[in-house]
């Protein structure tokens, strides 16, 4: 059974990729990116390489996609091809193409039936919560976010992921693909290649006394999973036939002072926290997301690493040891 992966190159994708290996009865592997994949092991690895959110004929093939799924008729498809974070907002032209026109050229080109992941993000639930952050969190109300809760984006890349997770509903009910769609959380592990952990592990080393934070204290809470525990929930759902949107997200969130206390122990180095303001968070972040993993719990997903802590330490461990 043929499989495709966009984003191949990504951090999860090559993660992806690997777990994938480990596994014949996807046989065939083929790998989409900008570059081409590291192709070390060519008898089951096949590479492409261009830009799945270009539309420039004169500049990419539009039809590229196409003609590989035609040749390699797929029978699951990982769409993990996008722009990464709210962090990109300063060129919303291409946060569309990429996220947007890529899942529909993802879609068009998908054999009839195909099972496709979508990599989207719980950043499209927006901001549930209420009252004043720069107090105790007993006097502000927050949501627990599940599947049900209405989606209100704050950011161009959370509109463009709400509007992909949109198109594979749709193209699901017609019965052109059978998608479904993963909900993921910051993700952390060896090889991740940008984020407050990488920042953070970087600034620890410099020679700033400090340790530089965005935003006013404790900082934006979210939930951080680990890369192993996120490639098992997109093999879970590419083996299920569950259609919709899951979670992807451990057990809690956790503030960025927490966040930076566990790298700090990680790494082994302390420094005080330097925070830099409220005008230093990316626009159209969201400052607090909570959100149930209960959904995909439920069809099997277990948790190695149920805490966002659990995953930072373990995460910085392996960063600093590789």
């Not at 009910?173 to 970087?202: E, P, Q, Y």
């Not at 525990?229 to 503030?255: C, H, Q, R, W, Y």
């Not at 206390?261 to 005080?272: D, H, L, T």
Request: aromatic share 6%; charged share 25%; net charge neutral.
């Amino acid at each position: 059974m043929s499989v495709l992966v966009t984003g191949a190159n990504g951090f999860i994708g090559t993660h992806l990729v690997d777990r994938l290996l480990k596994e014949p009865a996807f046989g065939e592997i083929v790998c989409v990116g900008r570059s081409p994949y590291l192709n070390y092991a060519p008898e089951r690895i096949k590479s492409y390489a261009f830009d799945l959110g270009e539309t420039d004929p004169k500049e990419n093939d539009f039809h590229a996609l196409d003609t590989i799924c035609k040749n390699h008729k797929p029978k699951t498809i990982f769409h993990l091809a996008s722009k990464a974070t709210v962090k990109e907002e300063g060129n919303p032209y291409k946060i569309i193409q990429d996220n947007i026109i890529s899942t529909q050229k993802v879609i068009h080109a998908a054999p009839q039936g195909c099972r496709v992941v979508l990599a989207s993000t719980v950043i499209v639930y927006g901001d549930w919560w209420a009252g004043d952050l720069t107090k105790p969190e007993s006097t502000f109300v927050v949501i627990y976010c599940d599947e049900d809760l209405a989606t209100i984006p704050t950011s161009t890349y959370g509109i463009t992921k709400r509007a992909s997770e949109s198109l594979i509903e749709v193209h699901t009910n017609m019965g052109d693909i059978n998608g479904v769609s993963a909900r993921l959380c910051a993700t952390v592990g060896n090889g991740v290649t940008h984020g407050v952990i990488k920042d953070f592990i970087r600034k620890l080393k410099n020679d700033n006394p400090n340790l530089e934070a965005l935003g006013a204290e404790p900082g934006s809470t979210k939930p951080y999973c680990h890369i192993n525990d996120t490639i098992d929930a997109l093999m879970l759902l590419a083996k299920s036939e569950e259609i919709g949107a899951f979670n992807v997200a451990p057990d809690d969130s956790i503030n960025i002072a927490g966040v930076a206390k566990a790298v700090m122990k990680g790494c082994g180095i302390e420094k005080p926290i330097k925070w830099l303001g409220e005008g230093a968070n990316w626009k159209g972040d969201n400052r607090i997301i909570s959100v149930s993993n209960m959904k995909l719990k439920n069809i099997g997903w277990k948790l190695k690493y149920p805490k966002s802590t659990d995953a930072i330490e373990d995460a910085v461990k392996r960063i600093i040891g590789s």
